[in-house]
């Protein structure tokens, strides 16, 4: 259970903090609601309490958890996975993606931004990809910089030099890797 003024995660859409909680009858029924307005969107939204588990509302990820995600982005890559996600069917891995999104796991939604990354570096992104990995540094970024205590801007720049190219290109004094 959640309480007032609470942060947490709403799959999909990023941080957000428990507003309050509205009593609402429905069908002769009165239903509890928590209000949800997103940080870093102009949006509220309101969810059933007695349904947050199946929506899939969370708790803001551990310290831990994000140590996890950091070494996990940092792992060099293997060429040839790389070159048989980027050969492999877009429709079939943006369904495994969105799945992904949908249960809002912050580890799941890191391998979707590693994976486009690596595809990156084989092949230029397609629209669906680019936006995709815009949608997965921004949520990223956004409980990163939450839990951590930094800016979005240093956030994004640190898990940029992360992956193996970012390293590369700072070992190569490049000012921008993208």
């Known amino acids: 259970m959640f309480s007032r003024s609470e942060k947490v995660i709403y799959p999909g859409y990023g941080v957000a903090h428990i507003n309050r909680v509205i009593e609402k009858k429905i069908a002769g029924t009165i239903k509890y609601f928590f209000e949800l307005k997103f940080l870093n969107k102009d949006m509220i939204v309101l969810i059933p309490i007695d349904n947050e588990k199946s929506i899939g509302i969370r708790k803001l990820s551990s310290k831990e958890c994000i140590e996890a995600i950091f070494k996990m982005l940092a792992e060099p890559f293997d060429s040839l996975l790389i070159h048989d996600m980027s050969m492999s069917n877009w429709n079939k891995r943006n369904k495994e993606y969105q799945a992904k999104l949908r249960r809002g796991d912050l580890v799941e939604i890191a391998e979707i931004y ?65």
């Not at 680019?130 to 910089?145: C, D, G, K, N």
């Not at 930094?150 to 190219?165: G, N, S, V, Y």
């Not at 590369?168 to 490049?174: T, V, Y």
């Open 114 to 178: 590693r994976d486009l990354q690596y595809i990156g570096l084989q092949k230029e992104l397609s629209f669906g990809e680019r936006a995709l990995l815009q949608q997965t540094e921004a949520l990223l970024v956004e409980e990163i910089s939450l839990i951590k205590s930094m800016t979005e801007q240093d956030t994004i720049l640190l898990i940029r030099k992360l992956l193996p190219q970012g390293r590369i290109a700072e070992k190569n004094e490049l000012t921008s890797i993208y």
